[in-house]
Each structure stands twice: as C-alpha cells, then as structure tokens.
C-alpha cells in the first residue's frame, strides 16, 4: 500500500503562502488587447503566429495532448523549458536552502546536483550497485526528516539501463518526500513508464522530455507528470510565459508524425544493437553494458587517451571515467548509420 502522505505538509511555508504573478494573458487572451505592454505593430517575422503576442501562460492546448499521449488527466501534466526547469521547480517548491537536503543514486544525471547546489541544498549519494542498480534499503536509511526529495533516473544516464521496477514501486511507496523518476529515454526502453502510477502515489513526480525519442532537443520543452496539488505548484512557481509560442507549435506539429517518431525509435534501437555488437568485437573493449536508450556505455583500455584521440580526428564521445563506477568509461550516443560506421571505423584505427 502507498505510504500516506501530506503534499502540504512538504511544502515550504513561503511557497505554500506565494501569489503568483498573474499576467495580462491570466485574465483576458480575446479582444481589443491593449493590457499587456505588447508591440502593437507586430512582429517583423511574418508567420500566422502572432508572435507580438505573448503566449498562453499554461499551453493548455499542449498539455491536453501529452495528457492523452501519456494516458494521463491533462491536470496532471506540467510543461518545462526542458526537464531541467521541473528539477529545479520541485527544489524551489519543496526544499528549505540551507536547511533540507535531497538524494541521489550515483552515477546519475548530473543536474539533479547543480541544481541543488544552485539551491543550497545538501546532496545526500547512495550508490549505486556494480550492476548500476538501486539500494532501496541504503536510500531508505539516508533519508531523515530534513530529506525532501529523492531524483531517480530510469532509464539511467550514464548508465543507460532501467532500475528494476520492483525496486521503483518500493520506494515510490516508502520515501518519505517526494520521488522524481527521470524518464527521460522512457520510450527506447521495453520497461512500462511510471507515468500511470502518479494517482496512486501523491508523492510521485514523472519527468520526461521532447528532447530524445521525438528528437527535438532543439525547443527544450519538457514534461512534468504528477497528482494535481503538485503540479498547480509548479504552476503558481514557474516563471508566467516559459512556454513560448515556437516551441508549443512545434510540439503540436510533431504529434502529426507520431508513425514517423515510433519508426525513428526503433530505428535507434537497431543501429544500438549493431554498434554494441561491433564494439564487443573490439579486444580493447572490457565490457558493453546493457542499454535501454539511445546511447551505450562501454569500458574499454585507456579510455582517456582513447577520447582525445577521436577528438583530435572529430569524433566526439562522452568521457564519463570521473563518474563513481565508471571508471575507463565511454558513452556513445547512437547516430546515423554512416555515422555509426564512422565512430567503429575510428575506433578501430586510434586502437592500432
């Protein structure tokens, strides 16, 4: 059963007590508009977008369609300028600077911590296991009455595996703050989204982004999916137009070619299969570990020297060797198929 929890209680005082700013577009968005300070001659970029106008403070054309793309209530869904905006909206809404702390299950993600130190709040690190899992009973203990929120990221980056479900729901349903699984590479994974738990568990906070399967890092907008209470905290926190109007439509567009977004993501997902398969070939290469992403982590001999030297030819990879548990470790983002074969081929070559 899920721990009884009281959202509020969570809250910082001050937040709990904040009036939003409310902009122009919170009371009328029809009419004669002459209330917000906007040019009134309009934009020098023509397009059908009023872009003179502000945009709608919630997109809430946007979040309905996430809502049934993700199979959840439109009040559960939180849009961000990226996923980054949600981590450091829950910090601001939940965690006291200089007083509470969050944890976080090394080698992870590495903003859940810039945005905490930005913050002031205290990072408490579980690691995880050689096999990059969880330890539930470890983070369990860590947590004290001064521990707010825990970050998760499933799929996990760098890593690039799911967390084992099982130990997913465990502390979904024994943290005692709120819990943030970070899914953002959710759909190259065979592991079923969280997404549809976060009515049962009012302390659940889902991340995912536009950034990865749809391939549109470009527009940084990501995704928030949480109980109701929550997400109207985001909403009353978060800055009054951070949806703008390109990135909105480019969203919307994008669900028009859903067939040609699911064709992309398995096409990801067989190329990884390739170059995974090549990379185990490589005598240098200790280990491939398993991936539900789109990109592979592998250790291989040297792995410092080896990431210049495909610099110094123009292929660039990630070192990831300064992470706990990653040491000689490299991460390659799946590309094109030429791309692919190019990576191989100068792997091949700066190994001789």
């Not at 009036?19 to 029809?30: E, G, H, L």
């Not at 090549?278 to 592998?298: C, I, R």
Request: proline share 5%; aromatic share 8%; net charge neutral.
């Amino acid at each position: 059963m899920p721990k009884t929890i009281d959202i509020e209680s969570l809250v910082r005082p001050n937040i709990r007590n904040l009036k939003p700013y409310r902009s122009a577009r919170d009371d009328f968005d029809k009419g004669l508009l002459l209330d917000a300070n906007e040019n009134s001659l309009g934009s020098p970029v023509r397009n059908d977008l009023e872009l003179h106008r502000y945009p709608t403070p919630t997109q809430d054309a946007l979040r309905k369609k996430i809502a049934e793309w993700r199979q959840v209530d439109f009040e559960n869904i939180f849009l961000g300028v990226g996923s980054d905006e949600a981590i450091d909206l829950i910090m601001r809404i939940f965690c006291e600077p200089g007083k509470d702390s969050i944890i976080t299950t090394p080698p992870t993600y590495g903003m859940y911590k810039v945005s905490a130190n930005i913050n002031n709040i205290d990072v408490k690190e579980v690691l995880l296991t050689e096999s990059f899992q969880l330890q539930p009973k470890k983070i369990l203990e860590a947590a004290d009455e001064r521990t707010k929120a825990l970050f998760l990221c499933s799929p996990n980056n760098p890593t690039a595996n799911s967390m084992k479900q099982t130990d997913l729901l465990k502390l979904v349903s024994q943290f005692p703050g709120i819990i943030v699984i970070d899914e953002a590479y959710i759909d190259f994974s065979s592991q079923e989204s969280m997404a549809g738990l976060v009515q049962q568990y009012p302390n659940l906070v889902v991340l995912q982004t536009f950034s990865k399967s749809y391939g549109l890092a470009g527009i940084r907008l990501g995704i928030a999916i949480s109980n109701p209470q929550i997400i109207n905290y985001m909403l009353k926190v978060k800055a009054p137009y951070n949806i703008n109007k390109l990135t909105a439509k480019t969203a919307l567009d994008a669900f028009d070619n859903i067939e040609l977004v699911k064709f992309n993501i398995q096409k990801i997902i067989e190329e990884k299969e390739y170059v995974a398969e090549q990379l185990g070939h490589a005598e240098e290469v200790e280990k491939v570990y398993p991936s539900d992403a789109n990109f592979l982590l592998f250790k291989i001999q040297n792995a410092k020297e080896i990431y210049k030297k495909l610099a110094n030819r123009g292929v660039i990879v990630r070192y990831r060797g300064n992470e706990p548990l990653c040491e000689d470790c490299l991460r390659v983002t799946i590309g094109m198929p030429d791309e692919n074969v190019r990576f191989l081929k100068t792997l091949k070559e700066v190994l001789v």
